[in-house]
């Protein structure tokens, strides 16, 4: 059975940072494309960030220079280190893997976690 369990999530104030981590299990983690995307209120699902087995990764325009992905093999765990957030970062976080593309920003991801909630205020 896949799971992808996210944590890290909070609130903080503008310019604040968090930490998410995505713990993998079931399936090949070495072999897996995987991406953190957010959902923000009323909005779709957007890609932030991807990674692929060779550590190669790609960020969504807006999160360029503030966020950064990695991943410990070790421990079968992805991260999105988030700086300089913003009220507009503000969103459910989630975290996905076995992905049909590398780097894909798009939902192109068979499985996904459950969403932590992360809030930054003004």
């Known amino acids: 059975q896949v799971q992808l369990v996210e944590s890290g999530g909070g609130s903080v104030q503008a310019g604040g940072s968090l930490r998410l981590s995505c713990v993998v299990s079931?399936?090949?983690?070495?072999?897996?494309?995987m991406a953190w995307f957010r959902q923000a209120p009323g909005k779709e699902r957007e890609g932030v960030a991807a990674?692929?087995?060779?550590?190669?990764?790609r960020f969504e325009d807006s999160v360029k220079g503030r966020f950064f992905i990695s991943q410990d093999n070790a421990k079968n765990t992805l991260y999105l280190q988030m700086n300089s957030l913003q009220p507009e970062d503000t969103a459910v976080y989630y975290c996905a893997a076995g992905g049909y593309l590398s780097l894909s920003l798009t939902r192109t991801y068979k499985y996904w976690g459950q969403g932590t909630q992360v809030t930054v205020s003004s």
């Open positions: 079931g399936i090949n983690y070495r072999l897996s494309y």
């Open positions: 990674i692929d087995s060779d550590g190669n990764t």
